[in-house]
T-cell receptor
């Protein structure tokens, strides 16, 4: 069983569209994250939720909106997609803030 | 804010060669330290971590890392690499008590040749 699963794995879409990436973890963790990996493989945190509450919100355009319906889920919605949004988006979770982080398999987003 | 430097961006080794990847961080307080590996087309997997105690930590697949506090370093080592170790390696730092802003280095691309 995949501990942190995210869908879709691959997504190709046109500029201006709105898309969502879903994430679920079955580890019983309280904290979930979204990370972005750019074309140079640089990883940067975007958001973090603890017990469904937003605790980290890095400098991310407000076109990106995370939603955590419960502790096991953290979805990422992106409005008005731009070419620069093309990246791999990794969902992750940890038992608590500061603990070891476990990553999902990534969602490869390509905006054309 | 903390930062992480990985000085080797690309490393090419022959099988059975020894490996050492450098990682230095800047942060004034105590930190938790991690090495993650990303095989081609795959997600990040935890190799090893240091929270406290023995500064020499052993991870999966024969990897180890040593935390040298005075040098703000957490270098990754493996005595004898295999072709299957070809991957991207990321060092990461998380300040203790500072929330959960895991900060990654820029990664080191390791290629092991037969």
């Amino acid at each position: 069983d995949t501990a942190v699963s995210q869908t879709p794995k691959y997504l190709v879409t046109q500029m201006g569209n709105d898309k969502s990436i879903k994430c679920e973890q079955n580890l019983g963790h309280d904290t979930m994250y979204w990370y972005k990996q750019d074309s140079k493989k640089f990883l940067k945190i975007m958001f973090s939720y603890n017990n469904k509450e937003l605790i980290i919100n890095e400098t991310v355009p407000n076109r990106f909106s995370p939603k955590s319906p419960d502790k096991a889920h953290l979805n990422l919605h992106i409005n008005s997609l731009e070419l620069g949004d093309s990246a791999v988006y990794f969902c992750a979770s940890s038992q608590a803030p500061g603990n070891t982080i476990y990553f999902g398999e990534g969602s490869w987003l390509t905006v054309v | 804010a903390q930062s992480v430097s990985q000085h080797n961006h690309h490393v090419i080794l022959s099988e059975a060669a020894s490996l050492e990847l450098g990682c230095n961080y800047s942060y004034g307080g105590t930190v938790n330290l991690f090495w993650y590996v990303q095989y081609p087309g795959q997600h990040l997997q935890l190799l090893l971590k240091y929270f406290s105690g023995d500064p020499l930590v052993k991870g999966i697949k024969g990897f180890e890392a040593e935390f040298i506090k005075s040098k703000f370093s957490f270098n990754l080592r493996k005595p004898s690499v295999q072709w299957s170790d070809t991957a991207e390696y990321f060092c990461a730092v998380n300040p203790t008590g500072g929330g959960n802003k895991l900060t990654f280095g820029t990664g080191t691309q390791l290629k092991v040749e037969l």
